[in-house]
C-alpha cells in the first residue's frame, strides 16, 4: 500500500499555477473512494527549474569536502 501526503511536480512546468490547479480539478473527478484511501493534493515543488541545480550544487559539495 503506498499512501502518500502529496504528490510533487517539479521542473519547469511547475511553475504554472494553472497547470497544477486543473490536474487537482481532473485528479479529484477520477478519484473514487476506498477506505482506507483518500484523495492526495498534487503541489508544485518547493524549488520548481532550480531543484536540479540544487541537487548539482549539493554533489559538488559533498565531493569536494570529501577530496580534502
Known sequence: MFDPEKFAIGGGISAQPLLIEKINEQYKKLFIPVFP???VEVVACEFRNDANLIG???QLQTKMVSAC
Do not use: H, K
Open 37 to 39: 484511501l483518500r484523495p
Open 56 to 58: 548539482a550544487y549539493y
